[in-house]
């Protein structure tokens, strides 16, 4: 099919053809009346008519298609100048009020969208706390009035930041956290920083919470910085008469489970059916308080760093198996299936053994004491850039989305049973050996909680070499 512009130019020049075709055939006849100058004029007239046509008409088509090629190219200030009250008229009017509503759409957007961000700008900037916007790579892409007062005007440049007192650990421990972030769908996570800001020493805790677009994937993070040195100072002598309160108890409660040891095992005499059911109780109860005392003298030695890392080298195949051999009685009684998935080359962890054993063992005894009969217990560990992450995964009734914000706290009652302690005594020993911990889970669905510690730096050894 021809288009319009190929229909004219075909049809004027048939047109031409056709007059052209006449005035030759009938030009004998004319020239002999002496009319053949005549029929000549005739057919150039109609040459020009019909080339005068054709201009006529494509022209406007022509001008209306460059105007309206103009408002496709985003050109919506074009104006349309057509004076004839024809169909071309009504076209070219019609294109006006075309680009007329797409540039008042284009300004209600752009004016609503620079309302937004001054709207959100106006908000971060009255924000008391020092509040540090980041994408997901680390990289920062807004601060507001506060941060900038406590780390200078630096913050605004990545690399001037590192150099900045405390600037490299915010970054170092924002980039920690965004990289949990992309395997753990958790938020809040918070990191203790202590920071020499000019002459005085404070201390901040880091929480970083996650952006997320509708699909869920990670766009970036706010970090937000808590002065808690106060609080650290009250938590301090709190921990510290924990610390003597558990230390002076801790005789008396000895001699006592010694006692009631001694009463069960019938050395004071043969007992009645109900007064063995009472000293058993009685004894079960006693050990709690042991384990309960232990937990908060181990937890206050932490904080007050009284408690010394002996950092080695462990493989996390080696610590995965002896937890899981410490707990497979226990997995046994319940019908429940112990499952390790870790590559047994992954590289070794530089940690306190005793410290890795405790936090396993934490998060591996609740995942038991709340996953029913026949269910399944995950434990599993990969590497993640310059950490290994350690999976405990369990098939339970899950976790309150309201209790999960605090379930690292002391005393969190995530567990009828035990001290309550568990993990935030896991929290603070991954902390102490330069990890993160975090936990993901629903209702009905099972808890996963993850933690981290850093991969053991590989030595360089020095073989002696022979010559010769």
Known sequence: MFNLTQRLILGCTLLAGLT??????????????????????????????????????????HALASDARRIAQGNLEH??????????????????????????????????????????????????????????????????????????????????????????????AIRDAISMQKAVATEGESTLLPMRIGAQSRS??????????????????????????SLQDTDRFKSQFIAVASHKLH????????????????????????????VAAALNESENLDDLMSDLTEVAEIDSGKRELKLEDIYPIQALNKARDRYCDEAAAKHIHLEIQAYSDLPAVRVDR???????????????????????????????????QFTVRDSGRGIEAERLGAIFDRFSAFSEKGSGLGLALARRLVEALGGQIAVESRLGHGSTFRFTV???????????????
Do not use: C
Request: overall charge negative; cysteine-free; charged content about 25%.
């Open 20 to 61: 052209i075709g006449l005035v030759l055939l009938s030009y004998r006849t004319l020239a002999a009346g002496g009319l053949g100058q005549l029929a000549i004029g005739f057919a150039i007239a109609a040459l020009l008519i019909s080339v005068a046509v054709v201009y006529l008409v494509l022209w406007p088509i």
């Open 79 to 172: 104006r349309i100048e057509w004076n004839s009250r024809d169909d071309f008229g009504v076209i070219a009017s019609e294109l006006g009020r075309i680009a007329n509503r797409l540039r008042e759409l284009r300004d209600s957007e752009a004016g609503r969208r620079q309302m937004e961000f001054q709207l959100s700008d106006a908000v971060l900037q009255s924000i008391f706390e020092p509040i540090i916007v980041t994408d997901g790579r680390g990289q920062i892409l807004k601060v507001n009035q506060a941060a900038k007062e406590l780390l200078g005007d630096a913050v605004n440049d990545r690399m001037a930041l590192v150099n900045t007192p405390g600037g490299d650990k915010i970054l170092g």
């Open 204 to 229: 901040y805790r880091m929480r970083t919470t996650p952006m997320r677009d509708g699909e869920g994937r990670l766009l970036g993070a706010v970090t937000t910085l808590e002065d808690i040195t």
């Open 251 to 278: 005789g008396p409660l000895l001699q006592l489970r010694r006692g009631l040891y001694s009463i069960a095992q019938g050395y004071g005499g043969e007992l009645r059916p109900l007064q063995s059911e009472l």
């Open 354 to 388: 005793r410290a890795l054993r405790s936090i396993l063992d934490n998060l591996l005894s609740n995942a038991i004491r709340f996953t029913p009969d026949d269910g399944d217990v995950l434990l599993a560990a990969e590497e993640i850039k310059d950490f290994v």
């Open 454 to 468: 850093p991969v053991a730096v590989a030595r360089t050894s020095h073989h002696p070499v022979e010559v010769g």
